[in-house]
């Protein structure tokens, strides 16, 4: 039954039904750019490609920078222990950044490096000399990557790099946990 008839009726509708429009459906599909549902128009995926390979070759200044800042916060927690916990803090949230990115630009042992020292900086009751230590073996180890633009696993490269970080865990566990 229609509103009209309704109305004349004396009846209200118990119902109405709406049919929007599903814009979200379309841009998904590529808005009608392409050909068929999901395509995306050709220019635009050769722009992001473009924009892409430009930030895999930005990749490496930019861990530099960041490394950076993160020695700095490693000098924070040698220089002023009782803010060991809040340098610590900010060190995983660089971690969480880094282990992430890395992959994504083809340095696999910045993300290793990047998970291991996330896993490594979780709260704890205290933070003494020796977990300041192994914070500084993981920099040094994302810098050694860095600094030699090692991509992927690294290789041999790559193998002795991860052994030099479980190796500063060896000297200094045992008195970490």
């Known amino acids: 039954m229609t509103d009209a008839a309704a109305a004349k009726s004396g009846r209200k509708p118990k119902v109405r039904y709406y049919r929007f429009r599903n814009a979200l459906r379309e841009k998904a599909s590529g808005g009608g750019g392409g050909t068929g549902p999901g395509a995306i128009a050709e220019e635009a995926l050769e722009a992001a490609e473009a924009e892409f390979v430009k930030m895999a070759e930005d990749y490496p200044d930019w861990v530099q920078a960041h490394l950076r800042k993160l020695y700095e916060m490693h000098g924070r927690c040698v220089d002023s222990p009782e803010l060991r916990h809040f340098q ?61 633009r090692i991509k992927g696993d690294g290789g041999q490269v790559g193998k002795e790099l991860i052994q030099s970080l479980h190796k500063a865990f060896e000297r200094h566990a045992a008195v970490v946990d």
């Open 88 to 148: 610590f803090k900010e060190l995983r949230d660089a971690a969480h950044d880094l282990k992430g990115q890395g992959g994504t630009f083809g340095y696999s042992l910045i993300s290793h490096f990047g998970e291991s020292l996330y896993n490594f900086a979780h709260p704890r009751e205290e933070y003494n000399d020796n977990h300041v230590e192994i914070i500084k073996a993981h920099i040094d180890a994302m810098k050694a990557v860095i600094a030699g």
